[in-house]
């Protein structure tokens, strides 16, 4: 199974960026995207170190909540 994780930039060094999520910041590659298309505060999903998608806040906060419900759901079954 693979995941994206949605993810805000915060720094843009193209080909190369760094972003966060949850308080962990990662190392990403841009190359995946457009130098002109994306910009610091962006959301990206980020799949194997590479920004592979621009999405707005709202898809990112869904797919967030959507992990979490997921897990919530893992953590009951361990109970």
Known sequence: ???GVPMRLVEID????VAEAKGV????????LPEGEIKIGDYVIVHVG?????LDKREADEIWKGYEELLGLMEEGDA
Do not use: H, S, T
């Open 50 to 54: 590479f920004a592979i998608e621009k």
């Open 1 to 3: 199974m693979c995941v």
């Open 14 to 17: 193209y080909p190369f960026g």
């Open 25 to 32: 910041r990662r190392n990403i590659g841009l190359q995946l």
